[in-house]
C-alpha cells in the first residue's frame, strides 16, 4: 500500500502558556477555533493524495487539544481520516464525562494526559494549572468512558524537586496503572522565562539529572514496564488481556523513519525525502486557509547522508536491535569498537546493534560518537 501513514494534527490552543513552554500555541481565541479547524480540513484536503488509502496512526497534538471549543473539536474528529490508533493529547483539568463521551464517539482510541507531577509545589513551579486530584478524576472518567490505552506524563529536574518527590511522583502515576508513561527530563529552552525565573535551580538540578533518570528507569521497570524508547514505557503485551502492543505507535513511527504528513500551524511532515514545516503564525496560517492554498513552509531536502544520520540516532533510541546493514556509510566503525569496548554498544547478529543499558543512560552522547 502506497501513500503516508501516519498523520500529526496540531491544535495549538491554550488556557495559559507554561512558562518553559516553547511549543508552538496560542492562549485563548476561543472565537478562532472553529475557524482554524476549518483551515486544518482545508489543508487536509489540499494533502490528502500524500495519504494512503488506511492510515496506522492519528496524533492530535497541541497546545492542549481539549482546551478546543467541543464543537469545534468534535468536528475535527468526526472528519479526521480513521485510523488503528488515534491519540489526543489531553491536561487534566480539561477532562469531563462530556469531554470523553466526545473523545470516544469521534474515535479516539488513546488519551496522553500532560501530568507532569503529582507535587502541588512543583505543579505551581511548572505554571500548571491541575491539581493531583484533578489527574485521578480525569484517569477514572477516562475509564468510565471505556478507555483502556491511557499515557501519563512525568517530567523530571523541576527546581526543586528532591529524589524523594521524584519517587512519590512515579507511585503516584503507577497508582492508576497506566498502560503507557512518557517521563522527560525537563528541557527549558534559553530566552524561555523559565530560564530567568529559574537558571540557577535549573544548573542545581542538571548535575542530578542522570540519577534522576536511572530513578525513573528502575522504578518503572521494577513495576514491570517495558523500557521501550528512551523516554518511554509501556505495559508488556504479556500483561495485557488481549496481549496488545501499548507502544504509541505514532511515536514509533518517527523512531523508525517512516514518512508522516503534520497538519495545522508550526506542524512538520516528512515525506519522500523532504521535510517542511508550516508556518508558526495563526494570522498566516488562516490566511492562506482562506485562499485555499498550502501555508507558507520551510522546506528541507534530506539527501541520502541525512536520512542514514538520522536512522541511526532515532533507531538506537529503541531498545529492540537496529538493522544497521544498509547504514555502514553512517558509522565510524573505529568509533563503534571502542564503544563496545567500553560496554555502551552491542552487536545482535552480523547485522543488528543497539545499545546497552548503560549505553542507553548515556543516549545521545554515545550516538553522536557514532556518526562518521
Given amino acids: 500500500m ?112 500532560g501530568v507532569q507531577s503529582f507535587a502541588p509545589h512543583l505543579l505551581r513551579t511548572l505554571e500548571r494549572r491541575a491539581e493531583p486530584d484533578d489527574v485521578r478524576r480525569a484517569v477514572s472518567i477516562l475509564r468510565v468512558a471505556g478507555f483502556d490505552n491511557i499515557s501519563l506524563d512525568l517530567i523530571y529536574g523541576i527546581p526543586g524537586q528532591s529524589p524523594a518527590e521524584l519517587d512519590r511522583d512515579l507511585a503516584e502515576a503507577l497508582a492508576l496503572e497506566p498502560e503507557h508513561l512518557s517521563c522527560y527530563e525537563l528541557e527549558a529552552k534559553p530566552g524561555t522565562r523559565f530560564t530567568f525565573a529559574h537558571g540557577a535551580a535549573l544548573t542545581l538540578q542538571a548535575d542530578a539529572i542522570e540519577g534522576y533518570f536511572e530513578r525513573v528507569v528502575d522504578s518503572l521497570q521494577g513495576a514491570g514496564y517495558r523500557w521501550y524508547e528512551t523516554s518511554n514505557f509501556c505495559r508488556p503485551a504479556g500483561r495485557d488481556a488481549s496481549r496488545r502492543d501499548l507502544r504509541s505507535r505514532h511515536n514509533l513511527a518517527y523512531w523508525l523513519g517512516r514518512d508522516y504528513l503534520g497538519l495545522g500551524m508550526g506542524a512538520v511532515s516528512t515525506v519522500r525525502g523532504r521535510r517542511w514545516r508550516n508556518t508558526p503564525r495563526l494570522s498566516a496560517y488562516l490566511a492562506a486557509a482562506s485562499r485555499v492554498q498550502p501555508p507558507d513552509r520551510e522546506l528541507e531536502q534530506l539527501d541520502g547522508p541525512v536520512r542514514l544520520r538520522e536512522r541511526l540516532l532515532l533507531g538506537l533510541r529503541l531498545d529492540e536491535p537496529l538493522d544497521v546493514s544498509k547504514l555502514d556509510s553512517a558509522i565510524d566503525r573505529p568509533a563503534l569498537e571502542r564503544l563496545e569496548k567500553l560496554g555502551l554498544a552491542e552487536r545482535a547478529g552480523t ?22
Fill in 351 to 372: 547485522s543488528h546493534l543497539r545499545l546497552t543499558r548503560r549505553g542507553r543512560f548515556l543516549g545521545g552522547g554515545v550516538t553522536a560518537d557514532l556518526l562518521s
Fill in 2 to 113: 502506497s501513500g503516508v501513514r501516519h498523520l500529526y494534527v496540531h491544535l495549538p490552543f491554550c488556557a495559559h502558556r507554561c512558562g518553559y513552554c516553547d511549543f508552538v500555541t496560542a492562549v485563548g481565541r476561543r472565537d478562532q477555533h472553529a475557524g482554524y479547524v476549518e483551515a486544518l480540513l482545508g489543508e487536509l484536503e489540499l494533502e490528502r493524495h500524500l495519504l494512503a488509502p488506511r492510515l496506522e496512526t492519528v496524533f492530535v497534538g497541541g497546545g492542549t487539544p481539549t482546551y478546543t471549543e467541543p464543537r469545534a473539536l468534535a468536528h475535527l474528529l468526526g472528519a479526521l481520516p480513521s485510523a488503528a490508533e488515534v491519540t489526543v493529547e489531553a491536561n487534566p483539568e480539561t477532562v469531563t464525562s462530556e469531554l470523553a463521551t466526545l473523545l470516544a464517539e469521534g474515535g479516539v482510541t488513546r488519551v496522553s494526559l
